[in-house]
């Protein structure tokens, strides 16, 4: 069996979200970065096998470490591009809508709190919207690296890199403005698509917060 992950395809041309996504940043982003997170994350995984097989865990912290590392790049990275679009109007669904005025009482806190988030994300990291099934609402994460910060089995609906070779290219140290032009290549349709796949199951997973 073929256990080897794929990158995804980007879903538009590489000059598709100009020019508040520059084809220069977004080639070097998706074809040398992300290409590099999906093939160490295979080569680790093959490592491991290799371990497996020969009942050598002398490097298992290193190689389990590589995995959360690479792994979570190579799945954020996939996440990130497929959340992003030509700068075309799309918007957050009722149901969405309804979760997000709900959770953060508007949609114009919501947008608030996640650019602050993101803009104050430190280091190398990402700022997410996620489900989390086990308090049954939606949150805002800062995450640092690709690993680190989460709420164990969050589900992210739309996120946006804030490692400086996702925007220093184009809006130099300028993270505001970055965050600013973000929102016009947001990708509703498939950020309401995520939200749908949760609206399925969210009410037949018991939070683990209650007795069982
Ligand atoms: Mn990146």
Known sequence: MDERIEKIELPYPLDALEPYYSKETLKIHYETLYTGYVNNTNKVQE??????ESNDYENIKCLEKELSFQG???ILHGL???NMGPP???SPSINLMEQINKNFGSFEKFKTQFSEAAKVVEASGWCLLVWVSNFNKLEIL?????QNLTL?????L?????WEHSYFLQYKANK???INAFWNIVNWNIVNKRFEKIRMVKNTIHPITKPL
Not at 47 to 52: C, D, F, P, V
Not at 158 to 162: A, G, K, T
């Open 152 to 156: 164990w089995g969050c589900k992210p």
């Open 158 to 162: 739309f996120i946006i890199d804030m």
């Open 47 to 52: 490592k491991l096998k290799r371990a497996r």
């Open 72 to 74: 979570s790049g190579a």
């Open 80 to 82: 990130f591009f497929e």
């Open 142 to 146: 800062q995450c640092e690296k690709h």
């Open 176 to 178: 505001a403005e970055y």
């Open 88 to 90: 075309v109007p799309t």
